[in-house]
């Protein structure tokens, strides 16, 4: 494989040694920011230190294509006494699929890489992350959004907290993408954070399965500081939630990601629709995500359900799912087809509009598009396009339950 070697003429800039005035301001801005030291501090910084400092900011510039402003922030983070080292951890970079600007990303983020070895440090980790199914393609994206994973021990973070998570998860591809979605959670040290809360969760009695989920789908959730996490399952328990079953979960993902004044504003937009606080709260027994929602999106919503349907706001309450589909793209298409339906007499007008609005896609194009599309050759348009509908009551008028042998039921 031909070698990438990454150069300041990679960046489009050119040899500061050429432009001995450039290297000369990047002196005037060092001994300029020293200057605004109190004049106790200002001894540290000695003509020797100012110049080494400038040649760092020369180097971040040209060679790793920082700003100005981003070379003199990593100057004091790290210094090389020479940069040979830098050179070679530039180029394993660039040798593994890293662009410039990549690099330019990585050492901005994290400027002590470069003063990593790459023998000992850089490759085994680069090495590591391929071993346990990070694909060559994904791993400068991987570490360009997180380059502190270059940064953290491989034996002491990098490796215990991997075997950690196949541990819950078991299999390895959902390790990767459990790591992809909690990166800056993966470099803490699980021991101290993860670990107290699954095993938290094991204490009450959720099960192993439910756990694993958990954390495949609200990694970050689950890695919060344990006396907080402690906190939230607590909350959720005096709720009435069952640590058996998985909406248990699914309330403390939810409660965790709302603050109290979040909360009860939730509350408040769904009081504005006639649902009282004990309303609300069973309405989020059966389904917590009802209160993940957007205010906007639950006004929007409800307007049209009572205003333009004419339900009643507590009979939503009974099927708070159909809250969660879009408006644009499954509500308010598939009410317009059926409106149509009901208005030529194709369907029964005894139909339950919620148990429309929960089938899956396939099956109610097939039922209610296709299937009349010969009688009615504009459907596929109107369920196709974003309607803004007019009143639509005619036909759906109080009809979120359905009636069996005269008794009104969920549908």
Not at 342 to 371: A, H, M, Q, R
């Amino acid at each position: 494989m031909q070698r990438t070697i990454v150069s300041h003429k990679d960046f489009g800039l050119t040899n500061s040694k050429t432009h001995l005035g450039f290297v000369q301001n990047l002196v005037f801005i060092v001994r300029l920011i020293s200057s605004s030291l109190p004049l106790e501090n200002r001894s540290v910084e000695t003509k020797e230190n100012g110049q080494k400092r400038s040649s760092m900011v020369s180097y971040f510039m040209n060679s790793c294509g920082l700003s100005a402003k981003s070379a003199l922030a990593a100057s004091k983070k790290v210094s090389v006494k020479n940069t040979e080292g830098a050179d070679s951890v530039l180029r394993l970079l660039g040798n593994h699929g890293f662009t410039n600007l990549q690099i330019s990303k990585v050492v901005g983020v994290c400027p002590q890489i470069i003063a990593l070895n790459c023998e000992r440090n850089l490759l085994p980790k680069i090495e590591f992350f391929g071993s346990i199914g990070v694909l060559s393609d994904d791993l400068p994206k991987l570490i360009s959004s997180t380059p502190h994973l270059l940064a953290v021990s491989l034996k002491n973070r990098l490796s215990p907290n991997y075997n950690f998570l196949k541990n819950i998860v078991v299999l390895d591809e959902v390790v990767v993408r459990v790591m992809k979605r909690m990166k800056w959670a993966f470099l803490r040290d699980f021991n101290s954070n993860l670990a107290p809360n699954i095993a938290f969760l094991r204490e009450i009695g959720v099960p192993a399965s439910n756990i694993s989920n958990f954390v495949i789908s609200n990694p970050c959730g689950a890695s919060i500081i344990p006396s907080k996490f402690c906190e939230i399952v607590n909350k959720v328990k005096a709720m009435g939630f069952n640590p058996l079953r998985g909406m248990f979960l699914k309330a403390i993902e939810v409660i965790g990601q709302m603050t109290t004044l979040n909360w009860e504003s939730k509350i408040e937009v769904y009081r504005r629709w006639g649902w009282s606080k004990d309303e609300t709260l069973n309405a989020f027994r059966r389904h917590p995500y009802c209160m993940r929602i957007s205010e906007e999106k639950i006004t929007k919503t409800m307007d049209f359900f009572v205003n333009k349907m004419g339900w009643l706001s507590q009979d939503i309450a009974k099927r708070l799912e159909i809250l969660l589909y879009s408006l644009e793209k499954r509500i308010v298409p598939r009410c317009s087809v059926v409106q149509v339906l009901l208005s030529k007499g194709l369907i029964k007008k005894d139909l339950c509009p919620c148990s429309l609005l929960v089938l899956g896609e396939t099956k109610f194009k097939g039922s209610y598009v296709t299937k009349f599309q010969v009688k009615v050759p504009q459907l596929l348009n109107l369920y196709e396009e974003e309607m803004n509908l007019p009143d639509l009551r005619p036909g759906f008028e109080r009809r979120i339950g359905c009636e069996v042998n005269g008794v009104a039921e969920d549908c």
